[in-house]
């Protein structure tokens, strides 16, 4: 790193709001070196948000929204958590919903059935009569894929592959993509699938990526042979 950008990442460290600014917008568009890194970025670009004096920079604003629409799966981590939570925070303030509700408390999820726990937690993941909550819709989530309903499990699975109201964790995504294809839900085959070719959670193996996309093509995803062809002919899905 060069002197200056490590001077800049002194100050942003010490809480200096408009050096997390500067630095999070460097790290966005590519550093000293060149070499743009979206999870250290989007860390940054979320502090400077944040903070009073800079919540309505407009360019760091563009730039955390870009991060989450375009990094894909390879931002993991404390960076797509923190994104996320600026996405939700971001929602719930267009639709004029930033405080706490009373239909966003979330009632005694285990005297839930599945069915309401899952509808549950997309009206909090999609914000639907309430404010956007993603740690809330997991927790949803959580009880439905307890009684074994494989969407919610799939659900999890995005969550903890994406950092999406939880920290991401590769080999909890892998768990639940598992449990969400083995109740029928194609999507969470060709998550598998795709886990399995880019290595994530597990040693790639193109082998078991194309048997794991062949079980949801059967299950139902016609995007599924599209997805194996291209990585038969090796271009590895984002």
Same mark, same amino acid.
């Given at each position: 790193?060069?002197?200056?950008?490590?001077?800049?990442?002194?100050?942003?460290?010490?809480?200096?709001?408009?050096?997390?600014?500067?630095?999070?917008?460097?790290?966005?568009?590519?550093?000293?070196?060149?070499?743009? =890194?979206?999870?250290?970025?989007?860390?940054?670009?979320?502090?400077?948000?944040?903070?009073?004096?800079?919540?309505?920079?407009?360019?760091?604003?563009?730039?955390?929204? =870009?991060?989450?629409? &375009? $990094?894909? *799966?390879? +931002?993991?981590?404390?960076?797509? /958590?923190?994104?996320?939570? *600026?996405?939700?925070?971001?929602?719930?303030?267009?639709?004029?919903?930033?405080?706490?509700?009373?239909?966003?408390?979330?009632?005694?999820?285990? $005297? +839930?059935?599945?069915? !309401?726990?899952?509808?549950?937690?997309? @009206?909090? @993941?999609?914000?639907?009569? +309430?404010?956007?909550? /993603?740690?809330?819709?997991?927790?949803?989530?959580?009880?439905?894929?307890?009684?074994?309903?494989?969407?919610?499990?799939?659900?999890?699975?995005?969550?903890? /592959?994406?950092?999406?109201?939880?920290?991401?964790?590769?080999?909890?995504?892998?768990?639940?993509?598992?449990?969400?294809?083995?109740?029928?839900?194609?999507?969470?085959? &060709?998550?598998?699938?795709?886990?399995?070719?880019?290595?994530?959670?597990?040693?790639? !193996?193109?082998?078991?990526?194309?048997? &794991?996309?062949?079980?949801?093509?059967?299950?139902? !995803?016609?995007? $599924?042979?599209?997805?194996?062809?291209?990585?038969?002919?090796?271009?590895?899905?984002?």
């Amino acid at each position: 790193m060069p002197d200056s950008m490590q001077h800049l990442l002194l100050r942003a460290e010490a809480g200096d709001a408009a050096s997390q600014c500067q630095l999070g917008k460097l790290l966005a568009h590519g550093s000293g070196d060149g070499a743009a =890194d979206p999870i250290e970025a989007s860390k940054w670009l979320d502090l400077c948000i944040r903070h009073p004096d800079h919540e309505r920079d407009g360019e760091a604003r563009e730039l955390m929204d =870009d991060l989450i629409e &375009t $990094a894909g *799966w390879d +931002m993991v981590g404390e960076g797509k /958590y923190r994104a996320f939570q *600026w996405q939700q925070r971001s929602l719930n303030e267009a639709r004029e919903q930033a405080g706490p509700a009373a239909g966003s408390d979330l009632p005694d999820l285990a $005297a +839930m059935d599945g069915d !309401d726990a899952f509808a549950l937690g997309m @009206n909090f @993941n999609d914000g639907i009569d +309430m404010p956007v909550d /993603y740690e809330k819709a997991l927790r949803c989530f959580e009880r439905a894929a307890e009684v074994d309903i494989p969407e919610a499990a799939f659900n999890l699975g995005v969550a903890y /592959y994406a950092g999406k109201g939880v920290k991401a964790d590769p080999s909890q995504a892998l768990h639940w993509f598992m449990e969400g294809a083995k109740g029928g839900f194609a999507k969470a085959a &060709t998550m598998l699938a795709i886990m399995a070719a880019r290595g994530h959670g597990m040693d790639p !193996d193109i082998g078991l990526s194309l048997q &794991t996309l062949k079980l949801a093509a059967d299950l139902g !995803d016609r995007q $599924a042979p599209l997805i194996g062809l291209a990585i038969a002919s090796g271009s590895i899905p984002q």
